[in-house]
């Protein structure tokens, strides 16, 4: 068999295990894993991150404890033992998202060039997909190619990605603050590198648990 002919019955074989998946995924009697629209009304803890740079000021996230309890339990514990003070958003895609969290490169006045390339001491988390998807204000963790390797960095949506639904895992939502998100110093270039100073996360406390 043709190479072509090949590739054309595996993305057929693709094609019809996506409508399989889609179907039994939303059959009645399933249980989608959407949170409450309303902001504040899933219940899980809540952190609050004070921002300085271009953007100033407070952004209050819920996270989803309901959807991904082993990611919102790294995040939580983190922020309670302050290591995510003085962390940058060392990637930031203007119409994208805000990326944040490398606890280990990603400290303020550290090298830029290493910033997004750590994580914390503790070990990579198994991927935790929902069906939330990710939209303006919503939080993310951030992974490399295998998708079991969310450690400490996350990204803030700017917009709407829905190409990201179901492949990276859904942490939580910004309640309030979206308008210091959408003031976070924006990169340059596809990877959103920031030049110069990045905003900082100064400091970052769980205030609901």
């Known amino acids: 068999m043709r190479r072509p002919t090949i590739i054309a019955w595996l993305l057929f074989l693709a094609g019809v295990g996506l409508v399989a998946w889609y179907y039994f995924a939303t059959v009645p009697g399933s249980t989608p894993q959407v949170v409450n629209d309303a902001p504040g009304e899933a219940g899980g803890p809540q952190i609050e991150i004070t921002v300085t740079g271009e ?6 996230i819920e996270l989803y404890d309901n959807l991904a309890p082993q990611h919102a339990d790294r995040i939580t514990r983190l922020a309670e033992e302050g290591a995510y003070d003085g962390v940058v958003f060392h990637r930031v895609i203007d119409g994208f998202m805000a990326q944040t969290g490398d606890v280990a ?6 090298d830029m060039r290493q910033a997004g390339l750590g994580g914390s001491d503790y070990p990579d988390l198994p991927a935790e997909f929902s069906e939330e998807p990710f939209v303006r204000g919503t939080v993310g963790m951030a992974r490399s190619q295998d998708p079991d390797s969310g450690n400490s960095q996350f990204f803030i949506m700017f917009d709407e990605a829905s190409f990201l639904d179901g492949d990276y895992t859904v942490v939580g939502r910004v309640i309030e603050g979206m308008d210091v998100v959408l003031d976070i110093k924006r990169g340059e270039g596809p990877n959103g590198a920031i030049i110069g100073q990045p905003d900082v996360m100064t400091n970052v406390e769980v205030v609901k648990e």
């Open 55 to 60: 953007a100033n000021g407070k952004i209050l």
């Open 105 to 110: 490169f990603g400290l303020e006045g550290g």
